[in-house]
């Protein structure tokens, strides 16, 4: 028999707290701005003394906090702004829409004077931004700078663009990741491991299986996502040269259980004259990027990023399980099979790279709390 657990739900807005209909989060990864939508009734806000006006009219606006959990155990999955809200009065209800606290960094459009980008690093430069807006953040260091080499020393030029996507573009060029955590702070750095998590599919419940996935797909791209090649040519603006990296990554292999296999020939009818039969496949093509600015140390950090991400995506696994906190971007995963085997795809290991968290109260037998995620899995190293 499976598990039967209370679920805890709870959203603050600005620190008070109120009952919720629905509510869904998407957390953010891999330079991309988590968002969230609520839906809750008129009439809670107002037994509540909740008011979503003034709290959106203060300087930083409305903050919503969501946390879940089972049995009076909760955690917080989500932090972020409100951008609007929808009242429908005939129905009594109204809807939240809003984002991660990155929002801060992605709705101005400028570049502030006070940021130095002489012979500045990389990080650096991600650090004097989050000062800049006096955000907690996780940076780690590069030695490699930002902007191209000229006269011995290095400048970034960058036209006025939101903040967000100028840390978008820094991260991308040494294949570091950017996001906004649960908890507000900015992730500047490699992807951060958090933790590990076992799921099982198809085992018997007398095994007692651990988070049980309530539905599982896989994609399989082997041609454009195994033994991943990576050229990217760079342009020098002093000394007129090209600058050239490349770099590799092999996916990992797929083993399941030996099969024997029929082979059946098919004979040719001979009107087309073509072979029906034996036809050797395309060679792959070497993905080549042009990005010009470089300097070499990047343009090796660049090649190796790319290769590493388009080598993980040979095998993507989409998820779907009960309520699972635990589970975050970058959370190292494995997946346990019962009954029926998953061809071999169940020996690969596999790292989170998105979370979707949903509820719905619980009416007439459905709702509840689901978390839906994908997982990329793991290249050899």
């Keep these: 028999m499976p598990q039967i657990r209370l679920v805890d739900s709870e959203i603050s807005i600005g620190g008070q707290s109120l009952p919720v209909l629905t509510w869904r989060t998407t957390s953010g990864s891999d330079g991309t701005i988590g968002t969230f939508e609520a839906t809750s009734s008129i009439a809670f806000l107002r037994s509540e003394g909740v008011d979503v006006i003034a709290a959106s009219q203060t300087e930083s606006g409305a903050a919503f906090d969501f946390y879940a959990g089972y049995d009076g155990n909760t955690q917080l999955l989500f932090s972020g702004v409100m ?4 009242w429908k009065w005939k129905h009594d209800t109204v809807t939240f829409n809003g984002r991660d606290h990155g929002a801060t960094l992605a709705d101005q459009k400028k570049v502030i004077s ?10 650096q430069i ?12 996780e940076i780690t260091p590069t030695d490699i700078k930002a902007g191209p080499e000229m006269y011995g020393e290095n400048t970034l030029t960058p036209h006025p663009q939101p903040w967000w996507s100028l840390l978008q573009s820094l991260a991308g060029q040494i294949g570091y990741d950017v996001h906004i955590t649960p908890d507000g702070k900015l992730h500047f750095g490699p992807a951060d491991p958090q933790g590990d998590i076992e799921v099982s599919w198809m085992m018997p419940p007398a095994d007692k299986p651990k988070n049980p996935l309530i539905d599982l797909e896989t994609s399989y791209s082997p041609r454009n996502n195994s033994d991943v090649e990576v050229k990217i040519v760079s342009y020098h603006p002093q000394t007129t040269k090209k600058i050239t990296a490349t770099a590799t990554a092999k996916s990992s292999k797929v083993k399941g259980k030996n099969r024997k296999s029929k082979t059946t020939t098919v004979k040719s009818t001979g009107k087309s004259g073509a072979k029906s039969a034996g036809a050797k496949p395309t060679k792959k093509n070497v993905h080549t990027f042009h990005m010009d600015g470089l300097t070499n140390d990047a343009a090796k950090e660049k090649a190796q ?17 009960e309520g699972l906190p635990e589970i975050k971007v970058h959370s190292k995963l494995k997946i346990k099979c019962g009954t029926d085997d998953l ?16 509820y719905h109260f619980p009416e007439g037998g459905d709702g509840g709390w689901t978390t839906h995620f994908t997982a990329l899995g793991n290249i050899d190293s």
């Design 83 to 86: 951008d609007e809200c929808k």
């Design 114 to 123: 006070k940021i130095n980008y002489k012979n500045q690093t990389i990080s």
């Design 305 to 321: 990023s790319i290769a590493d991400d388009i080598a993980k995506r040979q095998v993507i696994q989409t998820c779907e399980i």
């Design 343 to 358: 061809l071999g795809f169940e020996n690969l290991d596999y790292t989170v790279n998105s979370v979707e968290h949903t």
């Design 126 to 137: 991600a650090q004097q931004i989050a000062d800049a807006y006096d955000m907690d953040a």
